[in-house]
């Protein structure tokens, strides 16, 4: 079975999440998701959907938004007998998209007070795979030294800077530029954005 986990924490950039998860699902990948709590707010705010508070009714939330055939698992913040919590259980790939610079601080500097920080540091110590998605700015030497200690670490950073060449022509196109980077990066194949100098993907790409 493919596997994988994908946080979504505070920072501005829900679609990017979104349409991650999406595209995640579509190519037949099981994905561990964990939302945080500023998250939901976040979402609610940028794609006008508010989340509900229950457990079991978030995840029958995420199954309504985007159908998931089964291949999707979502864990709450204080889950720690999920498969994420440790080496022996967790995905070899994690993804945090967005990243808020307080979940950077706190990977950074080694703490695990929920889910998400345990689940990026079992990843680093693992020497898995963790790509950052941080989405802010401007950057405070704070934040660059956190994403350089990561980088050290053997994380990705990628910040979500979606660029032009492509010529975009809307929201989504956008979205798809950062999506479609996070893909490579993790080293699943795409077929959002055509790479440069590469013939066009098909009907209708980019």
Not at 79 to 90: C, N, T, Y
Not at 112 to 132: F, H, P, Q, T, Y
Request: proline fraction near 7%; include cysteine; hydrophobic fraction near 45%.
């Amino acid at each position: 079975m493919k596997e994988i986990t994908l946080a979504i924490t505070g920072a501005s950039g829900a679609p990017y999440a979104h349409r991650l998860l999406q595209e995640l699902l579509n190519q037949q990948w099981h994905v561990h998701l964990l939302i945080s709590k500023a998250a939901m707010m976040v979402a609610a705010v940028e794609q006008g959907a508010p989340w509900p508070s229950n457990h079991d009714k978030q995840a029958a939330f995420v199954r309504e938004q985007i159908s998931d055939q089964g291949r999707l698992s979502l864990y709450g913040k204080d889950d720690w007998m999920s498969p994420v919590a440790s080496g022996s259980g967790a995905p070899n790939t994690m993804i945090i998209c967005p990243c808020s610079t307080g979940t950077l601080a706190s990977i950074a500097t080694g703490q695990c007070d929920n889910l998400i920080e345990r689940a990026a540091d079992v990843v680093l110590k693992e020497s898995g795979k963790l790509i950052v998605v941080p989405r802010e700015t401007p950057l405070s030497e704070i934040h660059l030294n956190n994403m350089l200690k990561l980088k050290r670490a053997g994380a990705v950073i990628l910040p979500a800077s979606p660029g032009f060449y492509h010529q975009p022509q809307t929201i989504a196109d956008l979205v798809d530029f950062i999506v479609a980077r996070i893909l490579k990066s993790a080293g699943i194949d795409q077929q959002l954005v055509r790479p440069w100098g590469q013939p066009a993907l098909g009907p209708g790409a980019l």
